[in-house]
């Protein structure tokens, strides 16, 4: 059964860092595109960044543009959100997704999602 499942979320100060993991299972990592979301509360689901299948393109929205990093590791099947500077309005559940790939770096169509997790940035 395909699955996507992140984990590195917390609590951090303004300013800080953390970084996301998104661990793969059930299909092929490799041929798929990654992308992180984020949904703050009583939000809507918004789209930050994206990866190629083989990593060798990304896509950042202009809001975590320099601050945060997007990577991927095809051989051990994991994807990687490095956020630096941290800000209050960062605090969201944080959710990766896997798309087959169309050369294109972000997931289109049906996708994989993870069950999220939460990024609270506050002091």
């Known amino acids: 059964q395909p699955q996507l499942v992140e984990s590195g979320g917390g609590r951090v100060q303004p300013g800080g860092s953390l970084r996301l993991s998104c661990a793969a299972s059930?299909?092929?990592?490799?041929?798929?595109?990654i992308g992180w979301f984020r949904q703050a509360p009583g939000g809507a689901r918004e789209k930050i960044s994206c990866?190629?299948?083989?990593?060798?393109?990304?896509l950042y929205e202009d809001s975590v543009k320099g601050r945060f990093t997007i990577s991927r590791d095809n051989a051990v099947k994991m994807a990687y959100l490095q956020m630096n500077n941290l800000n209050p309005v960062d605090t969201a559940v944080y959710y990766c997704?896997?798309?087959?790939?169309?050369?294109?770096?972000?997931?289109?169509?049906?996708?994989?999602w993870g069950q999220g997790t939460l990024v609270n940035v506050s002091s």
């Open positions: 997704a896997a798309a087959v790939g169309t050369g294109y770096e972000c997931p289109v169509g049906e996708k994989i």
């Open positions: 059930g299909f092929i990592f490799e041929n798929y595109a």
């Open positions: 990866i190629s299948t083989s990593g060798g393109a990304t």
